[in-house]
């Protein structure tokens, strides 16, 4: 089973943008789907995007469409969610989050809290208005 530790919050203004990063230890990350999800205060994890095993396949939540993108190195155990044009209310905890998954199934793209059961600790970000 995979650790996972993110990095790359801090504060930003509006319209800023910051590169988060997630490193997994391991040597099976290539069977890994990978997830980012964030969470604000008094509210529920929510999904932010995700990541088949192969990097071939990825899916976005409509309020980052178009602004955040996220991306995988397979060969560095590592996955990144860049984040562009951020507004205040992208404000709250990212979390990376990993689970494993056969080969015939390489392409899936898991989007609820539910589907992973690993997770990392978190990185603030905080975008001021």
């Known amino acids: 089973q995979v650790q996972l530790a993110e990095s790359g919050g801090g504060l930003v203004q509006t319209g800023g943008s910051l590169r988060l990063s997630c490193a997994a230890s391991?040597?099976?990350?290539?069977?890994?789907?990978m997830g980012w999800f964030r969470q604000a205060p008094g509210k529920e994890r929510d999904f932010v995007a995700a990541?088949?095993?192969?990097?071939?396949?990825?899916n976005y939540a409509d309020s980052v469409k178009g602004r955040f993108t996220i991306s995988r190195d397979n060969a560095k155990n590592m996955v990144y969610l860049e984040t562009n044009s951020l507004k205040p209310e992208d404000t709250a905890v990212y979390y990376c989050?990993?689970?494993?998954?056969?080969?015939?199934?390489?392409?899936?793209?898991?989007?609820?809290?539910?589907?992973?059961?690993?997770w990392g600790q978190g990185t603030q970000v905080t975008v001021s208005a």
């Open positions: 989050a990993a689970r494993e998954f056969p080969a015939y199934r390489r392409n899936y793209v898991a989007t609820l809290v539910d589907e992973y059961p690993t």
């Open positions: 391991g040597r099976t990350f290539s069977a890994y789907a």
């Open positions: 990541i088949s095993r192969n990097g071939g396949d990825t």
